[in-house]
């Protein structure tokens, strides 16, 4: 457990310091006006979500064992969590849809984006009114 705990941190660590990189590089390349560094970093974190959990699969099915667990926490929990979640989102929405559940993938959508929408919000009015 203490072992996989240090894979997710490591891994965490180097994607939050890859995030961080992506997105001052690309906001300092395109401009800030649109948050472009942050669709990158998503786009990409998505991309290599499905990426490696698709070779896993494929492994498993072909060899009958895919990357060692320790590599998939690093990888997946770990440095595509710090760089992004919205890779998880994507993946776990795809999972869904995928499995047949069509009104869970949607639910899936409207409630990330919605709620943390309203999370946020929430978020800065509370703020407001502490600073008050």
């Not at 849809?97 to 978020?123: C, D, E, M, Q």
């Amino acid at each position: 457990m203490l072992e996989s705990i240090g894979l997710v941190f490591a891994g965490g660590g180097l994607g939050a310091v890859c995030r961080y990189f992506v997105t001052t590089h690309v906001g300092a390349r395109l401009g800030t006006f649109f948050p472009w560094g942050t669709l990158v970093v998503n786009t990409a974190g998505s991309f290599l979500m499905g990426l490696i959990l698709g070779m896993l699969l494929l492994l498993t099915e072909r060899m009958g064992s895919g990357i060692s667990e320790s590599a998939r926490l690093f990888l997946t929990v770990g440095f595509l969590g710090g760089l992004t979640t919205f890779s998880s989102f994507s993946m776990e929405t795809l999972t869904l849809l995928r499995g047949g559940s069509t009104f869970y993938a949607f639910a899936n959508i409207g409630g990330n984006v919605l709620l943390g929408l309203a999370a946020a919000g929430l978020g800065l009015l509370l703020a407001a009114r502490l600073s008050a």
